[in-house]
């Protein structure tokens, strides 16, 4: 008996001094886009978490797609506070918040996809994450979404072919400069967009190029101004952590976060451009025309938003002005 119980000790003793693999600890990602559907946005916080799992550094990450675990304007507030581990979130939703976001949804900030990979190493963006970082966060993988217009009447290019069309827009700003150029305004979300151009409400909208696919709405519409090379709105969609609970991580979890994240960027960045390439595959086969603003196009509507949205931001938001300057530094 005793014998027995000596091998038993032994037995726990040389468990404990084995080095075993410690409890695995779980964080929850959550996020408003579909899940399991091919978006982008879904897929680089699930390659995220497929990427720490295999590190096997002891954390898991489950992911809550769909607004199944916070709605979306509610994911800025949970994960500053600590309840929330992770999320991908659009950072004009917290400029209410945090007015100075508002300059992540700026028309005409990035051109392409190539200038926004340019904008992320920039001054622009260190201030930006800077502020993110004093809120309770940190980015762990930058993510721009690009967008264009669709319109029922003509296509939209220059200025003066906006004027006297009824526009659903994406963001303040874009509304300033719209309203600014001639448009008049209807606000309301992106699920609206549909009924309201068939029944007449509207005339024409901005919005993203996967809303663009997923709303359907190249049934309604008679013209698609693609982003190309020379786009006026494209949104900053990041992959945030909340920094209190990333600074309280091991350090090798950090490290595999922090490879999981990259690996995640390089991925949405090539999906981002395969989107836009779908969506005019999908407009062009529905009889819908596509086309693409010039340069001179996108420097007459810039001229318009520096008057509009441009001043208003650098006149209201503190510090808005430097930081506009910051961004539109790089080209």
Not at 59 to 83: D, M, N
Request: a neutral charge; hydrophobic letters at 45%; one cysteine or more.
């Amino acid at each position: 008996m005793k014998r027995h119980m000596l091998c038993a000790m032994l037995g726990l003793a040389l468990a404990a001094g084995s080095g075993a693999a410690p409890a695995e600890t779980t964080l929850r990602a959550s996020h408003q886009f579909p899940g399991g559907q091919g978006d982008p946005r879904d897929e680089m916080v699930q390659l995220i978490a497929r990427e720490v799992e295999a590190a096997n550094v002891g954390l898991k990450i489950q992911v809550f797609p769909g607004s199944s675990l916070y709605k979306a304007k509610e994911q800025w507030g949970a994960l500053t506070r600590g309840q929330l581990d992770m999320t991908a979130f659009p950072l004009d939703y917290a400029s209410g918040r945090v007015p100075q976001f508002s300059a992540t949804l700026m028309p005409g900030l990035v051109r392409n996809y190539e200038h926004a990979q340019r904008l992320n190493q920039s001054n622009f963006m260190k201030d930006i994450k800077a502020l993110v970082e004093k809120q309770g966060a940190v980015v762990i993988a930058d993510a721009w979404l690009a967008g264009g217009f669709a319109s029922k009447k003509h296509c939209i290019t220059s200025p003066d072919t906006i004027k006297g069309q009824v526009i659903r827009a994406a963001g303040p700003a874009f509304e300033q400069m719209l309203a600014a150029a001639g448009a008049s305004i209807s606000s309301m979300p992106s699920s609206e967009v549909y009924s309201a151009m068939q029944t007449g409400v509207l005339d024409a909208a901005n919005t993203s190029n996967d809303s663009f696919v997923s709303y359907r709405l190249y049934e309604q519409a008679k013209c698609l101004t693609a982003p190309g090379d020379n786009a006026l709105w494209f949104m900053y969609e990041p992959v945030l952590m909340s920094k209190k609970v990333f600074d309280g991580l091991e350090p090798r979890q950090r490290e595999a976060i922090l490879a999981a994240a990259k690996k995640a960027e390089a991925y949405f960045f090539e999906e981002a451009k395969k989107g836009e390439q779908k969506m005019r595959d999908v407009y062009t086969k529905a009889g819908v025309e596509v086309v693409t603003m010039t340069p001179e196009d996108y420097q007459a509507w810039m001229a318009v938003a520096k008057h509009s949205s441009y001043r208003l931001f650098a006149e209201k938001v503190k510090g808005g002005d430097e930081l506009l300057r910051k961004a539109l530094a790089v080209q």
